[in-house]
């Protein structure tokens, strides 16, 4: 039986950020840790340091400071749903984080990358790609520890999360 979660970490934005990486809803050790991508096997940490070419802090609150240096957001699709577990494929009735209000408010923002599937079709059924009008935006291989369809390899998933790099600031 799945329960209901509700989304504890708040988004990381300021007034630089120029590139969103939204994710679908944090894992169950995320949440406990309250740090986005808490689980040791998520690749997005190891992607951010290899694209930025930077040895990524072990210190959560370094890693969150590393990219509000280097202009890149983070937060999430989901406010609160039910799952069972922490795979996408289990997320029911979710409910969406008010991105109208994140773009008024940080209008900076040039690009939207969606950290999987399940973000991009969360963000698209419940808040609408049109909100994206005038934004860059695309759905980019999760990274996720989690085997699933379509799985690519590490350097794979670099090179398609590349593109990140041709909208910070040099």
Not at 139 to 155: A, E, L, R, V, Y
């Amino acid at each position: 039986m799945s329960s209901e979660i509700k989304n504890v970490l708040l988004p990381i934005v300021d007034s630089s950020t120029k590139v969103l990486i939204v994710g679908s809803m944090p894992g169950k050790q995320s949440l406990v840790k309250q740090q986005y991508y808490g689980n040791p096997r998520n690749h997005f940490w190891p992607i951010i340091g290899q694209l930025l070419q930077v040895e990524v802090p072990e210190d959560y609150c370094e890693r969150i400071a590393l990219l509000k240096k280097r202009e890149i957001g983070l937060w999430d699709t989901i406010e609160a749903c039910e799952r069972e577990g922490s795979l996408d494929a289990a997320i029911r009735n979710e409910k969406p984080n008010d991105f109208q209000t994140l773009f008024e408010t940080y209008p900076n923002i040039k690009l939207v990358l969606f950290n999987g599937a399940k973000a991009f079709d969360v963000f698209k059924k419940h808040i609408g790609l049109e909100l994206l009008a005038g934004r860059a935006y695309k759905k980019m291989p999760s990274t996720s520890p989690i085997p699933g369809k379509n799985i690519k390899s590490f350097d794979e998933k670099v090179e398609e999360w590349r593109i990140i790099l041709s909208y910070l600031s040099q």
